[in-house]
């Protein structure tokens, strides 16, 4: 402990130092009264008979010295700001208190082997723990703590052999995700020497006899057009010990430069390849390859715009698939006839959503979610019911772990109040047990968590989760803090965040709104969020508010929203779309310019869900809401706080620093400290996956001071 308090102290130091010298460097001093002033260079387009003029195209290149300059000075005022709010201190060490409850994952299992991974205390990056034996002692595997002073060095993904015998795991620094793959041997902690790089999504498939796996890569830089590197995805094989330069070619010749293989392998023999490839967020497709054979991987699927996924065992495809049931279904082939025609349902459509299923034990073991909670249950492989697993209470399932021939399962459970645990299954008896989990500083028995319906523009029944202290005065005057996402088919279920209880603590009411472009309710509720239905997440959002303030939890004056990613696009959207519904907005890692947004990183993968510009049709649905594009010169906004990384590898800083630039120089409070503007960019991190806990604590104290200065949540 005391080398973990010398490095924070360290981190802490270094921090002051970064911001000094930024401050010193500045050749324009920030003024007392507003934000630097950000030069105007107009660029103007002719989009479909639009003319479309961006004053800050300059702020793309963020490699200029203007633009580092630009950053260096919005840096140097966001600080001014946020440092001298009231009540950091407290919130720091409260926040750093809640942070070190940790995180555990579920374990995975492999021959003798249990793998997972934990993170305790003030550590930065969850740890890879092997144990031997259900009963064994754990060990250290992969600790990516030793491999950076900062912690900025992230395990993105890990694969074990069949065996258990080694394990295949990504690497990546500052928060980029493009992760190296390594293999190390779990019972000595030996590395080999076979290093991966471009591995960046994470797919690995062992053989058998552990002489090699297949895996995806990237392409390398100059192999494709400048740009593209990001796509290309193809499927090789490794043999363990050789070069990687010469790595077969397996699978990707023919595909589409945005559609990206995952593979895996049969469990029980190893002799078929399963290839599942993203097409899109609204299709996949599934190939089979006859390894003994030596044949091509063969197309399964019909062009179907469906999504599927599959698992092979004993001769059968278990497929689950979307196909002519938005809410999912269960299908089984025989590998050597796995054509669509030869498919047998055998599970049906319900009325909770098939997420996923897995052969445990021989039998089939589905995960489900009804009404944005999630449920558990036990077939038969020829899809006859069980059993039902009983969950702790209204949560979220986090993760499986098992295999064909074990009669053990593992799931994680979390809940708004039920910090991150590991339940163990006994597949002969169906009993559950507590296998570990991690101890919260909290007294959830404080809290309540009511699932509420409130009713969208267009009369759509929306839920949405609402936690807070017990005996919470409905007075109108609760600081509240909105969040959702509503889009990429992600559900926002019940999840033990720890840094919720700072707010919560102090009065403040969470409010997570379940909104439509998730997957919540299926296929249908996601199709109803996206593309030319985008407003309708918007609308939801914009009713979630309204519902707060009508049933008395809180009012405009005490209302903040919070997004981030595709949840960022939201806040920009309720900042432009209805700046007098909330006090404050934190808007992170965010899309704003949405006539631009598919030119930079991997967004040229979310065209399916948003649309480009580029078509005139979807031109017009983008241009209707791009945040960007509808700021207004001298309206009153709300208290924003604009927070991007610079190392972000999914969504380009570039939207974050144009939007603060333009809304400093535009809106009526873009010059106000006490309604304020800010830019807040990280140094050495990306778009939140692998960011250090020391970072995390850091940008949490900034929304959080920010949020109870702006709504006054007596966190002070």
């Known amino acids: 402990m005391p080398g973990v308090l010398r490095l924070m102290l360290t981190l802490c130091l270094l921090s002051l130092f970064v911001v000094s010298m930024a401050l010193a460097e500045s050749d324009s001093a920030v003024s007392s009264a507003g934000p630097p002033k950000a030069k105007t260079a107009p660029v103007t387009d002719n989009l479909h008979g639009?003319?479309?003029?961006?004053?800050?195209?300059w702020l793309e290149n963020g490699d200029s010295p203007e633009t580092q300059q630009f950053v260096r000075d919005e840096l140097a005022y966001t600080r001014s700001i946020l440092d001298k709010l009231p009540g950091r201190d407290q919130l720091h060490k409260r926040l750093t208190e809640l942070m070190s409850v940790g995180t555990i994952g579920t374990p995975q299992l492999g021959g003798p082997y249990y793998f997972y991974t934990r993170r305790e205390g003030m550590q930065n990056q969850p740890v890879l723990l092997v144990r031997e034996g259900l009963h064994g002692k754990d060990r250290v595997l992969v600790d990516p703590n030793q491999m950076s002073a900062d912690g900025t060095a992230a395990m993105d993904w890990w694969y074990p052999s069949e065996d258990g015998k080694f394990v295949a795991y990504g690497i990546s620094n500052s928060g980029s995700e493009q992760s190296v793959l390594h293999v190390v041997e779990s019972a000595t902690g030996k590395v080999f020497p076979d290093t991966i790089d471009r591995t960046r999504f994470g797919s690995v498939a062992w053989k058998k006899d552990n002489s090699g796996f297949y895996y995806d890569r990237n392409p390398r830089k100059g192999d494709v057009p400048a740009g593209e590197e990001f796509y290309h995805v193809k499927v090789f094989y490794h043999a363990l010990g050789s070069d990687p330069v010469n790595d077969k070619l397996v699978f990707g010749d023919g595909l589409g430069a945005q559609e990206i293989p995952g593979v895996q392998l049969a469990d029980d023999d190893g002799r078929w390849l399963l290839i599942k490839v993203f097409v899109t967020y609204l299709k996949s497709e599934l190939y089979l390859q006859d390894l003994q054979a030596g044949t091509p991987p063969v197309k399964i699927t019909n062009d179907e715009e469906a999504l599927y996924d599959g698992e092979i065992f004993r001769g059968k495809i278990y497929i689950t698939s979307n196909e002519g049931a938005p809410r999912f279904r269960e299908f089984v082939a025989e590998v050597a006839h796995p054509q669509r025609e030869n498919w047998k349902e055998i599970i049906p459509q319900s009325d909770a959503v098939l997420l996923n299923t897995s052969v445990v034990g021989e039998k089939l073991i589905a995960m489900y979610e009804h009404n944005a909670s999630s449920e558990l249950k036990l077939f038969?492989?020829?899809?006859?019911?069980?059993?039902?697993?009983?969950?702790?209470?209204?949560g979220s399932v986090a993760g499986l772990g098992g295999k064909w021939d074990r009669k053990e399962l593992f799931f994680g459970f979390q809940s708004f109040t039920v910090p991150p645990s590991i339940y163990r299954v006994d597949l002969t008896t169906h009993r559950s047990e507590l296998w570990d989990k991690v101890n919260a500083p909290i007294d959830a028995a404080a809290y309540e968590v009511k699932q509420v319906w409130f009713t969208s523009k267009d009369g759509t029944k929306v839920p949405m989760f609402v936690f807070h202290k017990k005996g919470l005065a409905l007075d109108g005057k609760n600081p509240t803090l909105l969040t959702g996402y509503g889009g990429f088919n992600v559900s926002m279920t019940p999840a033990f965040v720890p840094d919720r209880y700072v707010w919560l603590e102090h009065g403040g009411v969470f409010a997570v709104a379940n909104l439509r472009g998730g997957a919540e309710f299926g296929e249908e509720w996601h199709r109803a969020g996206m593309l030319g239905n985008k407003q309708n997440v918007f609308d939801d959002f914009i009713a979630a508010g309204e519902y707060l303030i009508a049933q008395k939890y809180t009012d405009k004056d005490h209302l903040a929203a919070r997004g981030g990613s595709n949840g960022g696009l939201l806040m920009g959207a309720m900042m432009t779309q209805r700046p007098d519904l909330f006090h404050a907005i934190v808007c992170q890692v965010p899309l704003l310019d949405m006539l631009r947004y598919q030119n930079f990183l991997i967004a040229k993968l979310w065209v399916p869900e948003y649309g480009s510009a580029d078509d005139p049709k979807q031109f017009d649905w983008l241009y209707a809401y791009s945040p960007y594009h509808h700021v207004k010169a001298g309206m009153e906004y709300p208290a924003i706080l604009f927070m991007t990384a610079d190392s972000d590898s999914r969504v380009d800083p570039m939207h974050a620093k144009k939007m603060a630039a333009l809304m400093q120089a535009e809106a009526a409070n873009g010059q106000s400290r006490e309604r304020?503007?800010?830019?807040?960019?990280?140094?050495?991190?990306?778009?939140?996956?692998?960011k250090p806990v020391s970072k995390q604590i850091e940008e949490l104290t900034d929304i959080y001071s920010f949020l109870s200065w702006q709504l006054g949540s007596g966190s002070e």
């Open 380 to 394: 038969e492989l020829s899809g006859n019911p069980i059993a039902q697993v009983p969950l702790p209470t209204i």
């Open 676 to 690: 304020p503007i800010l830019l807040r960019i990280e140094p050495k991190a990306g778009h939140g996956v692998g």
């Open 50 to 57: 639009h003319q479309i003029t961006d004053p800050y195209r």
